[in-house]
């Protein structure tokens, strides 16, 4: 069974522009969990997707924002970048809408200049 | 300001001996706890997870304790391996079914 993807896998922007990440889950799972990970602050939670809907939302600002689609495959999308949004950007999947047994991509990492 | 990296708590360990991995969380009311392995460049990998009702739970090599009397989790890993080099996360989740909260991580290097 494939794993979480997420692409692209690197990427390069400057202040101001936005961006588009994508996951798609393992086979099979329904929730989508999106982290940013930094050296600053470690993992940080940005938002949960159970069946389309939102469930938690992380301390972001409402630049960050994301969605899930019908086959699950979900995308956050980052606008007006700033300099301190260069991170890795973590994707992670489970079976259910309980946070157990999150299983993670390999992430988008993600430069702003 | 100047952004200050996290400073990992670093843990050395001889190949062939056991690590212990320690780790304070914050929610007496969490409910479950997991721990991840992650290695340069690629994403936290699952390890073992445990439940608040139990104490203690096995896995290949792995053991994680938990102590909810003093909110503390710990990772054992026998006969420690070079390939176990890595940054180790706990984290826990809240007893409402919400997101994981995952601790600062520990650096694992493993002398062979």
Same mark, same amino acid.
């Given at each position: 069974?494939?794993?979480? &993807?997420?692409?692209?896998? $690197?990427?390069?922007?400057?202040?101001?522009?936005?961006?588009?990440?994508?996951?798609?889950?393992?086979?099979?799972?329904?929730?989508?969990?999106? $982290?940013?990970? &930094?050296?600053?602050?470690?993992?940080?939670?940005?938002?949960? $997707?159970?069946?389309?809907?939102?469930?938690?939302?992380?301390?972001?600002?409402?630049?960050?924002?994301?969605?899930?689609?019908?086959?699950?495959?979900?995308?956050?999308?980052?606008?007006?970048?700033?300099?301190?949004?260069?991170? +890795? $950007?973590?994707?992670?999947?489970?079976?259910?809408? &309980?946070?157990?047994?999150?299983?993670?991509?390999?992430?988008?990492?993600?430069s702003? +200049? | 300001?100047?952004?200050?990296?996290?400073?990992?708590?670093?843990?050395?360990v /001889?190949?062939?001996?056991?690590?212990?991995?320690?780790?304070?969380? !914050?929610?007496?009311?969490?409910?479950?706890?997991i721990?991840?392995?992650?290695? !340069?460049?690629?994403?936290?990998?699952?390890?073992?997870?445990?439940?608040?009702?139990?104490?203690?739970? /096995?896995? /290949?090599?792995?053991?994680?304790?938990?102590?909810?009397?003093?909110?503390?989790?710990?990772?054992?890993?026998?006969?420690?391996?070079?390939?176990?080099?890595?940054?180790?996360?706990?984290?826990?989740?809240d007893?409402?079914?919400?997101?994981?909260?995952?601790? /600062?991580?520990?650096?694992?290097?493993?002398?062979?």
């Amino acid at each position: 069974k494939a794993g979480v &993807t997420q692409t692209p896998r $690197y990427l390069i922007k400057t202040r101001g522009q936005q961006v588009t990440l994508s996951c798609s889950p393992i086979s099979g799972h329904r929730s989508v969990s999106w $982290y940013q990970q &930094t050296p600053g602050q470690g993992l940080q939670f940005l938002f949960e $997707y159970f069946s389309e809907t939102q469930r938690n939302k992380g301390n972001f600002p409402g630049r960050f924002s994301g969605r899930q689609f019908s086959n699950s495959r979900s995308e956050m999308n980052v606008s007006t970048l700033e300099l301190g949004d260069s991170a +890795l $950007y973590l994707c992670a999947s489970s079976q259910q809408a &309980t946070n157990e047994k999150l299983f993670f991509g390999s992430g988008t990492q993600l430069s702003v +200049l | 300001g100047e952004s200050v990296g996290l400073h990992l708590p670093t843990l050395s360990v /001889q190949e062939g001996d056991n690590s212990i991995i320690n780790c304070a969380y !914050s929610n007496s009311a969490s409910d479950y706890f997991i721990w991840y392995k992650q290695e !340069s460049g690629k994403g936290p990998q699952f390890i073992i997870d445990i439940r608040s009702n139990m104490d203690k739970r /096995q896995g /290949q090599r792995v053991t994680v304790l938990l102590n909810k009397t003093v909110k503390h989790l710990s990772l054992q890993i026998a006969a420690t391996q070079p390939g176990d080099s890595a940054v180790y996360f706990c984290a826990e989740r809240d007893n409402q079914g919400g997101k994981l909260i995952f601790g /600062q991580g520990t650096e694992l290097s493993v002398k062979p």
